[in-house]
C-alpha cells in the first residue's frame, strides 16, 4: 500500500508559478513511476506528466511541455510539479498517482494503482 498526499496548490495570476509536492508513505517509493493528472470542473481526468524510477526518464503532455517539470526526491519520498506560465486552462485538481506498470503505460490514468486525493489550482486571468 502506498499512500500519496499532495501539497501547494492555491491562487495564481496568469503567467505565475506554483509548485506541487507529492509526500508518499507506506511501500517502497523508489519502485513505482510516479505520475501527475488533471481533472477540471465537467472534464475528465488527464494526464499532466510522469518521471521514471531514478528520475531519468520524465514524460509530458503537449499542452505542458516546456512550462512544467517533474522530478523526485527518492531519498524524502516525494515527487514535485513545477508549474510555470500557467494559464487560466490549468485550472483543476491536480493528483499525484503511482504506477508499477511499464513507462510506456504512464500516461494511461487506469494503469495507476495509487492516488492522493488532490490539490486545488486555480489560475486567474
Known amino acids: 500500500q502506498v499512500e500519496l498526499v499532495e501539497s501547494g496548490g492555491g491562487l495564481v495570476q496568469a503567467g505565475g508559478s506554483l509548485r506541487l509536492s507529492c509526500a508518499a508513505s507506506g511501500r517502497t517509493f523508489s519502485g513505482y513511476y510516479m505520475g501527475w493528472f488533471r481533472q477540471a470542473p465537467g472534464k475528465e481526468r488527464e494526464f499532466v506528466a510522469a518521471?521514471?524510477?531514478?528520475?531519468?526518464?520524465?514524460v509530458y503532455a503537449e499542452s505542458v511541455k516546456g512550462r512544467f517539470t517533474i522530478s523526485r526526491d527518492n531519498a524524502k519520498n516525494t515527487v514535485y510539479l513545477q508549474m510555470n506560465s500557467l494559464k487560466p486552462e490549468d485550472t483543476a485538481v491536480y493528483y499525484c498517482a503511482a504506477t508499477s506498470a511499464n513507462i510506456n503505460l504512464v500516461k494511461v490514468k487506469s494503469k495507476y494503482d495509487y492516488w492522493g486525493r488532490g490539490t486545488q489550482v486555480t489560475v486567474s486571468s
Open positions: 518521471i521514471g524510477w531514478s528520475g531519468g526518464i520524465t
